[in-house]
Every structure is written in C-alpha cells, then in structure tokens.
C-alpha cells in the first residue's frame, strides 16, 4: 500500500505563491503517476496537475502557466509549485497516487487547505 502526506497549505494573499508537498511511502515503486487535485465546498473534486514515473505531465486549463508540478525521486516526493494565486484557487487540495500493479486503484493524501485571500 501507498501512504500519502501533505504539507505546505495555508493562507496566501492574491499574487503570493504556495508550495505543497507531498511524501509517498509503502510500495512506492509500484506508483504510476502522481496528482494533485482540489476540491471546493459544494464542487466535484477536480484535477489539478498530475506527472507520470516517466516524467510526463499534464495540467488543468485554470492553473496553466500558474501551477508547476514536480518531483524528487530521492524524497519521494511531488510537489505543487502555485505561483499568481487567484481567490479562485482557494481548495482543499488532495494528493494522489495511481497503482495498477495488482489492479489499479488510486490512494489519497488527507488533504491540505489553501487560502487565497487579502
């Protein structure tokens, strides 16, 4: 199994920048790709960014050019680099690691608060 952890959300002024992390540990060879999505009270979550084993990535229209996604092997870990933070990107975001080995299945973080406000 995938344990995921969260850390970096907080509260930001409009135009700051944020940086989340997140620590896999467990079967972390087994891990396809990685992602970060947000979800709003009273929204369906939605994906943010996510990046492959092989380095591939792929972004949400919204946070392109805003948002990079990273990773440090060495660490297992992955990063979300939040730069021009809107009010608008004010979520809950959410760690994510797809597996298929074995079947595929998703594991999540426990979630991390992000505040865009003045």
């Known amino acids: 199994q995938v344990q995921l952890v969260e850390s970096g959300g907080g509260l930001v002024q409009p135009g700051g920048s944020l940086r989340l992390s997140c620590a896999a540990s467990?079967?972390?060879?087994?891990?396809?790709?990685m992602g970060w999505y947000r979800q709003a009270p009273g929204k369906q979550r939605e994906l943010v960014a996510t990046?492959?084993?092989?380095?591939?990535?792929n972004y949400a229209d919204s946070v392109k050019g805003r948002f990079t996604i990273s990773r440090d092997n060495a660490k297992n870990t992955v990063y979300l680099q939040m730069n021009s933070l809107k009010p608008e990107d004010t979520d809950v975001y959410y760690c994510?690691?797809?597996?298929?080995?074995?079947?595929?299945?998703?594991?999540w973080g426990q979630g991390t608060q992000v505040t865009v406000s003045s």
């Open positions: 994510n690691a797809f597996v298929v080995r074995g079947g595929a299945r998703h594991y």
């Open positions: 467990g079967s972390i060879f087994s891990i396809n790709a």
């Open positions: 990046i492959t084993s092989s380095g591939s990535t």
